[in-house]
């Protein structure tokens, strides 16, 4: 049918539906019943156009006279004049229409056609006036192409356990109220640059051949759980304001999701991906919800920002490794620096907003990059791991807490090299000074001590002078050999390597020098918090050395 056919036979089953609700009102029948019967009425009416065609079409296959080809689009295309005469004839038109509810706003202008100069080339808009809220075409059958590209719903557009034999064309198509197609076939899909401003529904839609939602616009809550794909399904580019709900969703064709947005909450929970799923470059801005997942085949989440919450794959199952390469999860949740990890942590925990979930998420992504053998992320989601742990299974009362935290510091979970190094450097600086202090100069100030210490090493003339106005033994060891602050240095050096501080002999020589002997030379007399803090010195220098190994063996991947 052409556009004018088209609207001729909707504005007749739109007739036959005002018709049957007065005569079932007339009746005493509620509102509800008079509805329901009324919409009966004009199902009725366009379904005895639309089943005629479609058994001419089943006796044109049957006797071989059918004869059409699906393009790379998966659109039926004829290949002889009997079957292109019989799409023409099954086709329905309603590109550029405009249905207009009666009493609505914005609705002020008339059926008909109105021009717009748009330079388009486009027939002009065509008004439908509506006798209810909005356009009701459930359980209506469309045995060939349906076109509804550019069309505007000022109302709700129903299309419920609707039937699309052919072709459902629906791009740019403006959707102002609800948009209901729960339990509706379709044979092929369009609904690029669609925009949804209402709900969108499309539970146990089913889709026999390729749908696309490419660039479409949902600003409500958009729901397809429960929806079969079995042919390809493309959201990309697709902008989802509200929720989104693919729960329990079947995509037996390959699902691109590559740059859509998703500002509310995304669920995928129990979805079913039997061919490709591409999330590349995807936005998640609020949940993520990906739990019990099926994927098949490859599932790649390549350049995918999670920018609230760290996304949830608690038991999803993959046949093959996903692919992880440069996703970030926002620095609100992960990394963020170590102090907005304590006391941001604190401040959730104690107003009830922490993710309770959090470890066991992160844990379920580590499993995830320990099978894509991406070392990189392994690491990133370990941190992510321990991070949970604190204030939730780790409270501050709990030595793992505090351990935790001191790992952090330490080594960043085992990720930084330099962190033990700076440590090793200042332990050693103050291990020095401590061991300098305990150098005692006899017949010395404090004050002249500390300056003895540090001024008679200064090249100039200064440091020179002031030596001088010194006892001879503040600058030298007891012994009357060797410098003692460069002796504190090398035994804060040697404690620091740990392999030096198991050199006893040499050792030996620099107590002598820094704290002298009773008369044997091999007996140094050593203060005990000298020994103390040497000891303590090389178990803190000792644990340091392993984190830095172990920082170099993760950043290079050593097995």
């Known amino acids: ?70 393009d790379w689009r998966g659109s039926l295309e004829p290949e002889n004049a009997e079957t292109r005469a019989w799409m023409e004839k099954a086709a329905a038109d309603f590109s550029r229409c405009l249905f207009l509810v009666r009493g609505g706003e914005g609705t002020q202008e008339t059926a008909g056609e109105h021009s717009k100069e748009d330079g388009s080339g486009e027939p002009p808009v065509k008004s439908i006036q509506l006798e209810g809220n909005g356009a009701d075409f459930s359980g209506f059958v469309f045995p060939g192409t349906a076109t509804f590209e550019s069309a505007t719903f000022s109302g709700y557009a129903t299309f419920e356990s609707a039937t699309f034999s052919g072709d459902a064309r629906f791009a740019s198509t403006t959707f102002a109220g609800n948009a209901t197609f729960a339990s509706a076939t379709f044979e092929s899909a369009t609904f690029e640059s669609a925009t949804f401003s209402g709900r969108a529904r499309f539970e146990s839609a089913t889709f026999t051949g390729p749908a696309s939602f490419e660039s479409a616009t949902f600003t409500g809550n958009a729901y397809f759980k429960s929806a079969t794909f079995n042919g390809n399904a493309r959201f990309e580019s697709a ?18 999701f590559k740059s859509t947005t998703f500002s509310g ?20 801005r609020s949940e993520a919800n990906f739990i019990a997942i099926n994927s098949q085949r490859a599932f790649r989440l390549i350049d ?19 692919l992880l390469d440069n996703v970030q999860l926002a620095a609100g949740i992960e990394p963020g620096g170590l102090l907005r990890s304590i006391f941001g942590g604190l401040l959730l925990w104690i107003t009830g907003g922490f993710d309770a979930a959090l470890s066991a998420k992160y844990r379920a992504l580590k499993r995830l990059a320990i099978q894509s ?44 090299i330099l962190r033990p190094i700076l440590l090793l450097f200042a332990l050693s600086l103050v291990s020095s000074w401590f ?36 006892p001879a ?11 003692p602050a460069a002796a504190a240095v090398l035994l804060a050096i040697r404690q620091s390597s740990v392999i030096g501080a198991l050199d006893s002999s040499k050792n030996a020589q620099i107590y002598t020098c820094l704290y002298g002997t009773d008369g044997d030379p091999k007996a140094p007399v050593v203060p005990g918090a000298v020994v103390l803090w040497g000891i303590g010195q090389t178990l803190l220098s000792a644990a340091l050395w392993f984190l830095f190994l172990l920082a170099l063996r993760n950043q290079f991947k050593i097995k």
């Not at 902008?239 to 691109?256: E, V």
């Not at 995304?266 to 979805?271: G, K, M």
């Not at 690491?379 to 030595?399: A, C, M, S, T, V």
Request: with cysteine.
């Open 373 to 416: 053998d991406d070392h990189r992320n392994e690491q990133i989601f370990f941190r992510g791991e321990l991070r949970g742990r604190r204030y939730n299974e780790d409270k501050p009362w709990h030595p793992a807490f505090w351990v935790g935290i001191l790992y952090e510091v330490a080594s960043d979970f085992g990720r930084s």
């Open 1 to 70: 049918m052409t556009r004018d056919e088209t609207v001729a036979l909707f504005e007749a089953c739109e007739a036959k539906r005002g018709e049957a609700r007065a005569v079932a009102l007339a009746q005493g029948k509620s509102k509800d019943e008079a509805r329901a019967i009324a919409h009966e009425a004009a199902k009725a009416h366009w379904n005895a156009w639309a089943g005629p065609l479609l058994a001419e079409r089943k006796a044109m296959e049957a006797d071989g006279r059918w004869a059409a080809e699906k």
């Open 473 to 483: 033994q503040a600058l030298s060891c007891k012994q009357g050999k060797g410098d």
């Open 304 to 322: 995918a920002r999670f920018q609230w919450r760290v996304p949830d794959f608690l038991s999803a199952k993959f046949a093959e490794p996903v």
């Open 239 to 256: 902008t989802f304001t509200g929720p989104a709900s693919f729960d329990s969703a079947t995509f037996s064709g390959d699902a691109s």
């Open 265 to 284: 909450n995304a669920r995928f929970e129990s979805a079913t991906f039997t061919g490709n799923a591409r999330f590349e470059s995807a936005r998640f």
């Open 435 to 470: 061991y300098l202090g305990r150098h005692t100069l006899a017949d010395v100030s404090p004050r002249a001590q500390l300056q003895a210490r540090f001024l008679s090493h200064l090249p100039d003339r200064t440091g020179a002078l002031f030596a001088a106005a010194q």
